[in-house]
């Protein structure tokens, strides 16, 4: 198995000193050691993939040293663009490690929104020129082929990927920090669903969130019948909310969290512009990348509300207890304004937490039934 503290040392004396990303399962237990070991200068973790490329460009400009991008090979898609036109090597030719946990890969059990990223991600990074190593739980092996890769990124100035598979990091436990807010995700998921009338479309983000509103749902006998799980294609369940919205009179409510939320942020200006009422864009902000090993986010260092207002958003709420939770549910939940909903929460969410049954097919297919069923 692969050491964290191992590898940060074999990193720190091949003089790579950045390290920037989006956080992903398969590394997380590399990213937990960064994040108690390097000071915030040395580990920054941005709002999406593509700009953590341009982060690592920049200080390649100025330092003329390597940095390190992370990524799930979802972020791939991210990356595209400013692999393409900014470090490409017939670009401004920027040396950098990628390293990609690769979710889906062919032979191996996933979920749905892995399985064709992971069967296309050597093809894509083939077609984007970029070499690759594959890395193993075998320590030595891949020891050597990340100093091969760094040699080579050094060489012809360009990047060079090094694809993770699952359970390759030895266990890193990392330092839990306490809890800022009392209240957890799906105790108010399942309020939000007992307070809903039962005829509003709902939309939910990407991650835990969407699993604990799908099992709170059935928990509360389906009442619920029209929503759908976004469970890939993170940051954009605000926009799928959109298109629905512009295409009927329906009540849609958004469950999105704060890493999806900053990841598409200019998402914010386009909705408030285009809806006028019915909407509500709910944000549960726990500060972390929970579903990928709960690193941190900026959700609680940004004012996510007031970013919101400033956009266009004409009612804005922020949520931090009990109370003000109970009063927006009795008060505020049943409006026909337009709102933005902060509800900020800890981190705590259940370990057993089973995946939706079926497929995103089946699941496309019983939302439609279910609008056409309203229509009717």
């Known amino acids: 198995m692969i050491v964290p503290e191992r590898l940060y040392d074999l990193l720190k004396e091949l003089e790579i000193d950045l390290y920037t990303g989006v956080p992903d399962s398969l590394l997380k237990h590399f990213l937990k050691y960064l994040q108690d070991n390097c000071s915030p200068e040395e580990h920054i973790i941005t709002a999406n993939e593509g700009l953590a490329i341009a982060l690592a460009s920049g200080y390649h400009f100025r330092t003329g040293k390597t940095a390190l991008v992370y990524l799930q090979n979802s972020g791939l898609g991210n990356i595209i663009n400013p692999l393409t036109s900014l470090a490409d090597k017939e670009m401004y030719a920027v040396p950098m490690l990628l390293l990609i946990g690769w979710r889906g890969r062919p032979g191996l059990n996933d979920e749905p929104q892995h399985a064709k990223m992971g069967r296309i991600t050597t093809g894509l990074l083939d077609t984007l020129e970029v070499p690759y190593y594959i890395l193993d739980a075998e320590e030595g092996y891949s020891f050597n082929k990340i100093t091969e890769a760094l040699a080579l990124a050094t060489r ?180 026909t304004e337009m709102q933005f909903v902060e509800i900020k929460v800890n981190r705590h969410g259940r370990s057993d937490l089973d995946r939706p049954a079926g497929s995103p097919k089946d699941w496309k297919k019983d939302f439609m039934n279910a609008l056409r069923s309203k229509d009717q």
């Open 156 to 335: 012809e100035q360009k990047p060079v990927a090094l694809l993770v598979p699952e359970d390759i990091f030895e266990i890193y436990e990392g330092i839990e920090e306490a809890d800022r807010h009392s209240m957890e995700r799906e105790e108010v998921i399942r309020e939000i669903i007992l307070h809903l009338s039962g005829n509003e479309t709902v939309v939910c983000t990407t991650g835990k969130s969407g699993r604990e509103f799908y099992e709170q749902n059935i928990g509360l006998g389906n009442k619920i019948k029209k929503y759908l799980l976004s469970v890939g294609a993170m940051g954009h369940a605000s926009h799928i909310a959109l298109g629905l919205k512009i295409a009927s009179g329906d009540k849609v409510v958004v469950l999105d969290g704060d890493g999806a939320l900053l990841m598409q942020m200019g998402a914010l200006p386009t909705i408030a512009h285009h809806v006028k009422a019915n909407f509500i864009h709910i944000v549960i902000n726990n500060g972390s990348h929970e579903s990928v090993g709960g690193q941190p986010t900026e959700g609680f260092f940004a004012d996510c509300s007031g970013i919101a207002k400033a956009a266009g958003y004409r009612s804005v709420v922020s949520i931090r207890n009990h109370p003000e939770l109970k009063e927006w549910l009795e008060k505020g939940l049943g409006s």
